[in-house]
């Protein structure tokens, strides 16, 4: 089991840029994939990101591609998501998973992001 903090959120205008950082806690970090989800009020989680084990292999959402890098620091045990140009509708709690090589996924508790306009 992995233990994880988010941090980084915050209240921001449309256009500005954020980094959210995702430490964990444990041993055995190096060897998870590692992701972001997020949920907006009254909206289900959605995917957001997510970076292999390895930091070698990224997949993004439709919405955040080309706005959006996730990338891992095994020396800090942390994962980030860079978001630049940020839109309102990417408010929401942003969620870090960590998931095990046996497919388990671990939850941070989220940090909270909102884009005015």
């Known amino acids: 089991q992995v233990q994880l903090v988010e941090s980084g959120g915050g209240l921001v205008q449309a256009g500005a840029s954020l980094r959210l950082s995702c430490a964990a806690s444990?041993?055995?970090?190096?060897?998870?994939?590692m992701g972001w989800f997020r949920q907006a009020p009254g909206k289900e989680r959605e995917f957001v990101a997510a970076?292999?084990?390895?930091?070698?292999?990224?997949n993004y959402a439709d919405t955040v591609k080309g706005r959006f890098t996730i990338s891992r620091d095994s020396a800090r045990n942390t994962v980030y998501l860079q978001m630049n140009t940020l839109k309102p509708e990417d408010t929401a709690v942003y969620y870090c998973?960590?998931?095990?090589?046996?497919?388990?996924?671990?939850w941070g508790h989220g940090t909270q992001v909102t884009v005015s306009s």
């Open positions: 998973y960590a998931e095990s090589p046996l497919g388990n996924r671990d």
């Open positions: 444990g041993r055995t970090f190096r060897r998870y994939g």
């Open positions: 970076i292999s084990m390895s930091g070698v292999t990224t």
